[in-house]
């Protein structure tokens, strides 16, 4: 999700196999992998995203916004928002939410949640997973006192703590994470290598649901039948709350 330059881009140019190559000024190029600005800046296509070109630079509309040929970060999201799945060449995942379940962030499964009886009709509906970010860290959109942390367990799965309780497994990541509005939440943590969702049962995954893994330099080697994703956020309106607690 970094910044690319675009000599980064045009050194790794003849890597991989090559089909129906188009010209891009001098260069040809795979325009599954690549996009052309201008007919003269090539930018890489990464998870299904084509980056787009600011000043020399390719960069992600997830994190970035080019105004007046300067290139800035987003904002940062300040209202709860919902979470889904961008990697148009995945279609299967493509637009699909992530979702809470067993204390775990799902891709497309059905949102767990619990509220008490003596909450009554005070109780949200809790049938969407919704977040809230604010400084770096990100946690569940709930009533519940105490709220539900989220975090990056010791296996890189977004996991989130269950209520009433502020148990987080050693060696989990808390923290480090980038909520932009109208772009995507990011893991902004050392060597992080952005999102992928993993199939049913492959490395990080499990069950009938496609999982979602924090890439990074500790576990690429066993991720390769996972895809890059990015997460677009979703905006909800300012102060709403979307359950009294995940499960």
């Not at 190559?21 to 296509?45: I, K, R, S």
């Not at 902004?188 to 990080?204: D, E, I, K, T, Y």
Request: charged share 10%; with cysteine.
């Amino acid at each position: 999700m970094a910044r690319l330059t675009l000599a980064a881009a045009l050194l790794s140019l003849g890597h991989g196999a090559l089909a129906a190559l188009e010209t891009c000024g001098d260069a040809q190029f795979d325009p599954a992998q690549y996009v052309c600005w201008d007919n003269q800046f090539l930018c890489p296509v990464t998870a299904g995203e084509p980056l787009s070109h600011c000043a020399g630079a390719c960069y992600s509309k997830f994190m970035y916004k080019c105004e007046n040929n300067v290139l800035t970060l987003l904002p940062p999201v300040e209202t709860p928002f919902t979470l889904t799945v961008s990697n148009p060449s995945v279609p299967i995942i493509h637009d699909k939410p992530i979702t809470a379940g067993g204390l775990h962030w799902n891709i497309d499964g059905e949102t767990s949640s619990y509220c008490p009886d003596q909450v009554g009709d005070a109780c949200p509906p809790g049938d969407v997973t919704a977040f809230v970010a604010r400084g770096g860290s990100v946690s569940m959109n709930v009533m519940v006192p105490g709220g539900q942390q989220a975090y990056l367990d010791p296996y890189w799965n977004m996991a989130y703590t269950q209520a009433h309780s502020a148990f987080i497994p050693p060696g989990s990541t808390v923290g480090g994470f980038g909520a932009y509005q109208g772009g995507g939440f990011v893991n902004l943590n050392g060597n992080g290598w952005g999102w992928v969702a993993c199939p049913p049962r492959a490395s990080g995954g499990g069950g009938t649901q496609w999982n979602l893994v924090a890439k990074n330099e500790t576990n690429a080697a066993n991720l390769d039948s996972c895809r890059a994703v990015n997460l677009k956020i979703n905006p909800l309106p300012s102060g709403s709350i979307s359950a009294w607690q995940y499960t």
